[in-house]
């Protein structure tokens, strides 16, 4: 099979023993194991689709990686697998601005294909922290969120159209740019989202919009939950062009800004709120209204560039990364309205397994899509990281929510699918998942629970 491979890719496409690099055994979330067999680095569609081709006839597993910045493990190899990595496969191909969309190989980096739709004067809304290393393909792959999805929707609202290699080889082309394209099933959405376990995503049409105005940034402090709600309801009746509202309880907030030296309100609110929006001055009128009402305690409004991205810093949260040994980050996703009940029932039912814990909140809150950071005193063991998932899972499926808002399923959720999803639902995706790779070589274990 590798003399095979070698054959069909070149030295530079087939890359064994120590020429594999350490990078291609786990993705961010840490947790692979093993180098794979083989790493493969097709540059064109045609040689992914023989590279399928080979591995299908062999029938030796294949795992799709992007920029590998995923935090479920769904891009790690088994030591049995070959990985197929797409970044040779890269680079935008063309523009069509009558249709606002651009046709993008799947290895692109996000913030490359961005780039090059700035220059163009046109904006792709896609947009994570990861930009600067995640894929086009892996955004895909994984539906990646992001924190402009209330104004631009997730990775598949701005797909039009896909080419994807399938596990034998056959490629599925419908590089389509047009919005109404009602023609039965609507395969891009198939793939959208299946992480690799459906078919390897190779080129893409992504819608693109007009540039934004220049943006406000705001920062808010308010008492309670209650008032966030509030915020919330008059920020999408009165922004049109609200593009952020993320939220932080007080202890995600306070300790990101302690740690990052700052002091930006006197003492950590109980909520502290980011808002953006294109609309500047109604932005200001809207906070200066919220304040007369007695919604916010406290507001900065950013005058600069500098002091939005001070705002967006604590936000993120890549301190904690430092500070916090095997921080734990976690993704679910509520009804809106039930975000804060959640959040005491979860912190309650975590301290109460793991006292001494770090326990934390944030969030895209418009987007109904909280973030729960977590540290165990000593950085833990597996068993307690399992535990945690538990704990949590646990909490999520009690509240009805999804144990997934934006990270996928990959492995280290694959056993708490069910939490989320019926069993009625779980045989559906096994059905497609036999019909489309019968032989299972396509990212095996991850996603679906065993039977």
């Not at 808010?220 to 999408?236: C, E, G, H, K, S």
């Not at 959640?342 to 969030?363: D, E, I």
Request: hydrophobic share 45%; proline share 6%.
């Amino acid at each position: 099979m590798l003399e095979e491979l070698r054959a069909a890719l070149g030295l530079l496409g087939c890359l064994t023993g120590a020429d594999v690099p350490e990078a291609a055994r786990s993705d961010t979330s840490r947790c692979g194991r093993h180098l794979p067999l083989a790493l493969l680095r097709p540059a064109t569609v045609e040689e992914v689709s023989a590279a399928m081709a080979i591995c299908h006839r062999h029938g030796v597993p294949v795992v799709p990686q992007g920029g590998m910045t995923g935090l479920a493990g769904g891009a790690n190899p088994g030591p049995e697998a070959v990985a197929l990595s797409l970044s040779r496969l890269n680079g935008v191909e063309e523009i069509d601005r009558e249709a606002m969309a651009r046709v993008v190989r799947a290895g692109t980096v996000l913030e490359a294909a961005q780039k090059a739709a700035e220059a163009e004067g046109l904006l792709l809304p896609v947009d994570l922290g990861a930009r600067g290393s995640c894929q086009i393909g892996g955004n895909i792959a994984t539906n990646a969120g992001g924190v402009r999805v209330l104004h631009d929707g997730m990775t598949r609202d701005n797909l039009l159209g896909l080419d994807v290699v399938l596990a034998d080889g056959t490629v599925l082309s419908q590089l389509t740019r047009v919005v109404k394209n009602n023609t039965g099933y609507d395969l891009r959405h198939l793939f959208a989202g299946s992480e690799g376990t459906l078919g390897v995503i190779t080129r893409a049409v992504i819608r693109l919009r007009p540039l934004p105005l220049p943006r406000g940034t705001a920062l808010v402090a308010l008492p309670d939950f209650a008032a966030v709600l509030r915020l919330l309801a008059m920020a999408r009746a009165r922004l049109p062009g609200l593009s952020a509202f993320e939220a932080m309880w007080r202890d995600y907030f306070g300790f990101n800004q302690a740690q990052l030296g700052l002091k930006l309100f006197p003492e950590p609110p109980p909520f502290a709120v980011i808002l953006e929006a294109e609309e500047g001055e109604a932005l200001e009128t809207l906070l200066a209204t919220a304040m007369d009402e007695g919604i916010l305690t406290d507001a900065l409004l950013a005058q600069s560039l500098t002091e939005a991205r001070r705002f967006w810093e604590v936000r993120e949260g890549h301190i904690m990364d430092a500070v916090l040994p095997g921080l734990i980050n976690l993704d679910v996703s509520l009804t809106t309205g039930r975000l804060d009940a959640f959040a005491g029932a979860c912190r309650q039912a975590l301290l109460g397994r793991f006292p001494g814990a770090h326990v934390s909140f944030y969030g895209h809150v418009a987007d109904s899509n909280l973030h729960i950071a977590v540290a165990l005193p000593g950085g833990g063991t597996e068993a307690e990281v399992h535990g945690v998932d538990a704990v949590t899972y646990g909490v999520v499926r009690d509240f009805g929510g999804s144990i997934s808002a934006e990270h996928g399923i990959g492995t280290l959720k694959r056993d708490w699918l069910g939490h989320s999803r019926s069993p009625a639902e779980l045989a559906a995706m096994r059905a497609i998942k036999a019909a489309l790779d019968p032989k299972g070589i396509l990212n095996p274990g991850k996603v679906l629970p065993p039977e």
